[in-house]
């Protein structure tokens, strides 16, 4: 247990510090914004308040319903996406321009995309599976799953997706490719990565633990 318990620790700082990088390259391949991005903007229009300070309300608010209907999945991973997720975003984004170029060609941002929703499910994966907290817009489609086991989760997490893109959108703001692309695509991959990298490294040799942890995810 104190083994599981380690890897659990190292999967949450890995996986949502990748989380960071991925959210780097996304923006870098400039396809749009991801889905709960484009609800933040749409919802922002409606406000007299600056970008920043609505999206840290609009994360607050999230926090407190999270709370209390399954503060479960508040924790360690919470707080690095609410405080330090940005940060290393922004980096990696100034990384890639100083190395890639300020103004990359179609092909390129076309690449960068692909990699940035591939490693972005992978290091979501990671972190969902490690059960340390996740970031309060993960937790909706999570929290759905939990409640309703006849759903699939991949599913429900391209409905929740669509939602915030047909919301933000109907609100005035923009989207695009990459947003499209993400909606439809990050749920079956997470799902993908928990089953095959995911739940192995949690459990790692406890075989009957694993076997029942992704008996309990074959809804996915």
């Not at 924790?75 to 609410?82: F, R």
Request: hydrophobic share 55%.
């Amino acid at each position: 247990m104190q083994h599981e318990f380690r890897r659990r620790i190292w999967m949450t700082l890995i996986g949502v510090t990748v989380c960071g990088i991925a959210v780097g390259l996304f923006s870098y391949a400039d396809f749009g914004l991801d889905p709960f991005q484009v609800f933040a903007h749409g919802t922002w229009n409606l406000t007299p308040l600056d970008f920043g300070t609505w999206y840290a309300v609009l994360n607050a608010a999230m926090l407190v319903v999270i709370f209390f209907v399954n503060r479960r999945k508040i924790g360690i991973g919470t707080i690095i996406n609410l405080f330090l997720i940005g940060y290393v975003a922004e980096f990696s984004e100034w990384v890639l321009r100083r190395l890639a170029g300020q103004e990359p060609g179609i092909v390129v941002r076309a690449v960068f995309l692909a990699a940035g929703i591939v490693v972005l499910c992978f290091s979501s994966a990671l972190y969902f599976t490690a059960d340390l907290g996740v970031s309060t817009y993960d937790a909706v489609a999570i929290t759905i799953d939990e409640r309703a086991p006849k759903w699939k989760f991949k599913y429900i997490r391209i409905a929740t997706d669509l939602i915030c893109v047909l919301t933000g959108f109907a609100l005035g703001a923009s989207v695009g490719v990459g947003t499209l692309v993400t909606a439809f695509f990050m749920g079956p991959l997470i799902s993908w990565f928990n089953e095959k990298v995911a739940i192995p490294l949690r459990y790692g040799r406890d075989a009957d633990a694993a076997a029942i942890a992704a008996g309990q995810k074959m809804r996915h």
